[in-house]
């Protein structure tokens, strides 16, 4: 429903004057600040518009892209237990990219160009997902690492200010966090096992740890999006404060497992009531951005395959309920 | 075919959370026909019991009020206050009412 009507709105956009255009940037943003939701066919100014659609794709992307480095553990997860639950994680992130996807499309972009933009490589995705999952722990890491990043990330955004992202972001943030303690759980039970088992353990902490801090962006101070987004209230913290957040909850939780963060600079701060860490390597996010990470051909390869080898798939069923229509219409 | 003319078309999904409520609008599903739009909202909306029905309708085929007209439509009813139980004045002695 939502989808309606935007050509309609667009064109009118193009007829008003300066002076009418302002009045509604200043009633858009006054209601905006009096944490008011905007609603699909409210007016909204384009750059607000745009904005999201980046956003939205790419978060959708990200949880399309993140079902392969853990799909490749489903057939070989190592009880039946652990590939019920993995593959009911699976699910949730093919869930959630459809959650997004719609909201994203009650903006007026359609699914098809969303869908376009990530096969080309146009749309990017979260860095986290270009590396590879060698190991089983590493289904443990992600858990616990990457969505535990994911959830400090997203429950901001259950706030934000378009209605339709804020209401996915709550289901998501309820579903996330089975997620992230299945993923602890799964390490806290290899880091009790043999000394092999708590080797795997480190060794994914050691591999994740880095990107999971990558995942909140670049530094305060090089993140360009960071001032526009939070006066429009689709973001409420800083990359920054979220990623400092997120190291203050999580060291504690490496200790209990007795497993070391791959930080030598780490080191807690009894003034300042937070732990001090050291300078990330942004070459290596920039390098993944760019399509250079270990896996960025391997995954957008892998949708690529999904989305030709789904195409007979896609128009089989519209020919099939083309034929049903055509049937229930002569026979009626 | 265009790319436009491929794409299922979207549905709108509401689901019953359970017996005695109402069904709630959820999100959409895009979906070859009413019957799989049913099939793929179970699928995306109801992964922990929370729905036990579930309706979708195409949401070309839904009607909206504009925004624009909110003032037109809604301000009326504001100054009706004399709507309200709390508008009439009733001596806190006088029980049950």
Redo the contacts between chains.
């Keep these: ?5 935007l050509d309609s709105l667009g064109a009118d956009c193009l007829h008003t004057t300066e002076a009418e255009r302002a009045a509604l940037e200043q009633r858009f943003q006054a209601k905006v600040d009096a944490e008011e939701r905007i ?1 699909p ?3 909204m100014p384009d750059a607000y518009r745009q904005t999201l659609i980046r956003q939205i794709s790419q978060h959708a992307h990200s949880e399309i892209v993140g079902m392969l480095p853990e799909g490749n553990w489903i057939t070989r997860a190592p009880s039946l237990r652990r590939k019920a639950v993995l593959l ?1 994680k699976v ?2 992130e093919g ?1 959630h990219g ?2 997004l996807y ?2 994203a ?1 009650t903006l007026g972009v ?3 160009e969303m869908l ?1 933009q990530l096969l080309t490589g146009a749309a990017k995705y979260s860095s986290i997902f270009n590396y590879p999952t060698p190991t089983w722990a590493d289904v443990g890491a992600i858990g616990w690492l990457v969505d535990g990043a994911a959830i400090m990330n997203q429950i901001p955004i259950c706030k934000c200010s378009y209605g ?1 992202y804020a ?2 972001m709550v289901r998501i943030c309820k ?1 996330e966090s089975f997620h992230q303690r299945q993923g602890f759980e799964t390490m806290m039970t290899l880091a009790r096992g043999t000394p092999e088992q708590r080797r795997m353990a480190q060794d994914a902490l050691d591999r994740w740890w880095w990107p999971s801090l990558m995942m909140f962006g670049p530094n305060d101070a090089a993140s360009k999006h960071t001032a526009q987004s939070m006066r429009w209230k689709i973001k409420r913290f800083t990359n920054d404060e979220l990623r400092q957040k997120f190291v203050d909850i999580t060291v504690p939780q490496a200790e209990f497992l007795g497993l070391r963060v791959p930080d030598p600079d780490l080191i807690w701060d009894e003034a300042s009531q937070h732990y001090r860490f050291g300078t990330i390597d942004w070459t290596e996010f920039h390098q993944i951005l760019q399509g250079n990470g270990p896996c960025n051909r391997e995954r957008v390869a892998a949708r690529q395959r999904a989305h030709e080898g789904g195409s007979w798939v ?2 089989a ?2 020919a ?2 083309e034929k ?2 055509r049937r229930e219409a002569q026979a009626a | 075919m265009t790319q436009q003319q491929k794409e299922w078309p979207l549905y709108e999904v509401f689901i019953r959370a359970r017996s005695g409520l109402e069904h709630k609008h959820v999100g959409s599903i895009h979906a070859a026909d009413a019957r799989m739009a049913i099939e793929h909202a179970r699928d995306v909306y109801t992964r922990r019991q929370e729905g036990v029905s579930i309706w979708v309708v195409r949401s070309a085929d839904i009607v909206a009020s504009d925004p624009s007209d909110a003032d037109a439509l809604f301000e009326p009813a504001k100054d009706k206050i004399y709507r309200h139980p709390t508008f009439y004045e009733i001596p806190d002695e006088v029980k049950n009412l």
Excluded: C, I, N, V
């Design positions: 429903m939502y989808t309606q009507g609603e066919k409210d007016w009911a699910q949730d869930g459809m959650y719609s909201a499309e359609s699914r098809d376009e339709p209401r996915a579903e896609r128009e069923a519209l099939h309920a049903r229509r």
